[in-house]
């Protein structure tokens, strides 16, 4: 489903005309199969969100191939990529990044409202997400009227709402104490077994990390597989 190839990327910083070229990732490959969670795990600084930016598309690698749903992400143009992520991607965030206008409900039918989809088919699948993410109950409140873990819950709701193939998320559970961080975590693995999603999490966390199918380490740009976990 995701197979990364010898992939190499370089920062330019420092002021213009005297700039050093940091190397940020140095030949990492990985493979992500359908239906696995997979956790890359990594320090802060060791490259995980440049990784997850480059299997996003929306920065392109020195060097390497990014095939994602057996189409290659690095030989894609703008328009191309944001179509490939509308299709087939679902994003979540250490800080949620709901908007703070719009109640639960709103926020996960937004993608639908954005793609066209009509109010009765829209009022239908946001019930059906908010049943499945169990927030039915607060679906009218705004997010500042909800728990991190609620918020959480939403942001997911809006992920998934467009049925994408594979989740990417950072950090997901880096805002929450440990109760409801278990708590995001089991239902990640539910919707996984439920509806086959493939999930790739960033994090620093080794506890998250084990909660995944398998998991792999970076470390200052390059990355090893590590032990296999049953969850
Ligand atoms: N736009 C940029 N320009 C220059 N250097 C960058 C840029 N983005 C990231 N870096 C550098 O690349 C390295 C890897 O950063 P990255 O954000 O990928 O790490 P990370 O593992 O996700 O860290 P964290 O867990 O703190 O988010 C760091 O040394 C960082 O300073």
Redesign the pocket.
Same mark, same amino acid.
């Given at each position: 489903m995701i197979a990364i190839h010898q992939l190499n990327h370089t920062?330019?910083?420092g002021k213009k005309g005297n700039e050093k070229k940091?190397p940020?990732l140095r030949n990492v490959s990985l493979d992500v199969a359908e239906g696995e969670i997979v956790a890359i795990l *990594?320090? =802060?600084? =060791? *490259?995980? =969100?440049? +990784? +997850?930016?480059l299997v996003a598309g929306f920065m392109s690698p020195d060097s390497g191939t990014i095939q994602v749903n057996r189409q290659e992400i690095t030989s894609k143009n703008e328009t191309e990529k944001s179509n490939f992520r509308l299709q087939n991607y679902g994003f979540i965030f250490q800080s949620f990044q709901l908007m703070p206008g719009l109640t639960a409900f709103e926020n996960v039918e937004l993608p639908l409202k954005l793609q066209g989809v009509k109010k009765v088919e829209r009022q239908a699948r946001v019930k059906e997400m908010l049943t499945q993410v169990g927030l039915l109950e607060v679906e009218d409140h705004y997010p500042n009227e909800l728990s991190g873990g609620q918020q959480q819950r939403v942001s997911i709701g809006r992920a998934l709402i467009g049925k994408p193939s594979i989740l990417l998320a950072?950090?997901p559970t880096g805002s929450l104490d440990s109760e409801t961080e278990q708590e995001i975590l089991q239902l990640i693995q539910l919707l996984n077994e439920r509806f086959g999603i493939t999930f790739v999490i960033?994090t620093?966390d080794e506890e998250v990390a084990r909660t995944a199918h398998r998991q792999y380490r970076?470390h200052d *740009?390059a990355i090893t597989e590590e032990a296999h976990y049953v969850s």
């Open positions: 920062f330019a910083i940091v940020v *990594g320090k =802060s600084g =060791s *490259g995980k =969100s440049t +990784l +997850l930016n950072d950090e960033i620093h970076m *740009g």
